[in-house]
Every structure is written in C-alpha cells, then in structure tokens.
C-alpha cells in the first residue's frame, strides 16, 4: 500500500480536494491527511463541510485516511524516516507555497512539504489563485528548483466538459498521474475521438 500525504490549504479550490481524497481513499492507497485552518474555512464555505473530518469530507468513515492537527509537528508525516510516495497541497495557497519556497515550516504542511522535498520525493503543487504578482511566480520557480512540481488547477476543454465535475476530475485525474496511482477518470487525449478540424 503506498502512503501519500494531502494538504488541503486556504485556496479557493474545495472540490479539487475533495475529489482528490475520494480518489485516493478508493484506491490502494493510505492518506495522510492535514487541512489548514483556513482550508477548514474554504470548505466549509465551498462544500458545506462543517467539520473538516474524514467522514465528513468522504460522506463515509476510511480506515486509509489518517487525519492529523495542522499543528503536530511531531506527527510521523513531518519525519523523512516515514515513507511515502509523496505529497500532494490541494489546493496550495499563496502563504503555503511561499512557505515551501523560504524553506519555513511553521505548520504541519509545511513541515511535511520540506521533509518531501529534502527527501527528493515527489512534492505536487496545486495553486489556483490568479492572476499572479512577480512574487509568486517567484516563488513557483524557487519550490520547482527544489524539486516540487508546479501543477495549476487548469483543467483541459478537449475532451467537451460538460459539467463542473468533469472539470475537477480533469486536474484531480493529472495529479493521480504524477503520483503513479491509476484511475479510470475521463482525461486522455484520443485523436480517433477528436471532432474533424474546419478546412482552411
């Protein structure tokens, strides 16, 4: 089984975390789960979920997802001695990425995004805030030379979505592909399928 860490952070972005966890908590997988108090916030604000618990965000309890206080730094998780397959901030606010960049770990997500990363495992980024200063990208370019992985919530039009859920399971469907997992959610490109181009 492997073992993966989410974040869950103060960006707008609810349902691309939620759907993350569903799709990690479904497979083989045991999540290690921390959410911010300000991405408690936006999920109660974007998803109704009052109490950022397991069973809550799942609609069902999981005995694969082990849910931590944003504030235990002496969790397992916040060691490099714990292995995982990786880490995941879904979504990654602004602070939390800054955070990562200056190399500060005064929470729990941030503390386990340093440990990934000094670890060289595969740390996965998902900001959705936009648009974006100088000091931002700056600090997307100084957590990517640090081994993170850069993955904006951009969802791809070409498979024709046709509701919002097609939109999320598009970016969650990209991330579980940088985590190695498999999934059978709708995001691949097929030619065959493409409509034909207008002639010029």
């Given at each position: 089984m492997k073992h993966v860490v989410l974040g869950i952070t103060g960006a707008s972005g609810a349902p691309y975390a939620?759907?993350?966890l569903q799709c990690l908590a479904d497979s083989d997988t045991h999540v290690h789960l921390v959410v911010s108090p300000h991405g408690a916030r936006i999920l109660a604000e974007e998803l109704g979920v009052r109490r950022p618990t397991v069973a809550d965000l799942l609609g069902r309890p999981a005995e694969n997802v082990?849910?931590?206080?944003?504030?235990?730094?002496?969790?397992?998780?916040?060691?490099?001695?714990?292995?995982?397959?990786?880490?995941?901030?879904?979504?990654?606010?602004?602070n939390t990425l800054a955070a990562i960049?200056?190399?500060?770990?005064d929470d729990l997500v941030a503390r386990a995004a340093m440990v990934t990363l000094k670890e060289a495992r595969r740390l996965i980024l998902v900001p959705r805030e936009m648009p974006l200063s100088q000091i931002e990208i700056a600090n997307m370019l100084?957590?990517?030379?640090?081994?993170?992985?850069?993955?904006?919530?951009c969802p791809g039009f070409y498979l024709r979505p046709q509701r919002?859920?097609?939109l999320v399971d598009f970016v969650v469907g990209r991330v579980l592909d940088l985590l190695g997992?498999?999934?059978r959610l709708a995001i691949?490109?097929?030619p065959a399928a493409a409509p034909p181009a207008p002639e010029e």
């Amino acid at each position: 089984m492997k073992h993966v860490v989410l974040g869950i952070t103060g960006a707008s972005g609810a349902p691309y975390a939620r759907r993350l966890l569903q799709c990690l908590a479904d497979s083989d997988t045991h999540v290690h789960l921390v959410v911010s108090p300000h991405g408690a916030r936006i999920l109660a604000e974007e998803l109704g979920v009052r109490r950022p618990t397991v069973a809550d965000l799942l609609g069902r309890p999981a005995e694969n997802v082990t849910l931590y206080p944003h504030r235990d730094q002496a969790a397992r998780i916040a060691s490099g001695s714990f292995l995982t397959a990786g880490m995941v901030i879904c979504p990654c606010s602004s602070n939390t990425l800054a955070a990562i960049a200056a190399g500060t770990a005064d929470d729990l997500v941030a503390r386990a995004a340093m440990v990934t990363l000094k670890e060289a495992r595969r740390l996965i980024l998902v900001p959705r805030e936009m648009p974006l200063s100088q000091i931002e990208i700056a600090n997307m370019l100084r957590a990517s030379q640090a081994g993170a992985l850069i993955c904006p919530a951009c969802p791809g039009f070409y498979l024709r979505p046709q509701r919002v859920e097609d939109l999320v399971d598009f970016v969650v469907g990209r991330v579980l592909d940088l985590l190695g997992i498999s999934h059978r959610l709708a995001i691949r490109w097929d030619p065959a399928a493409a409509p034909p181009a207008p002639e010029e």
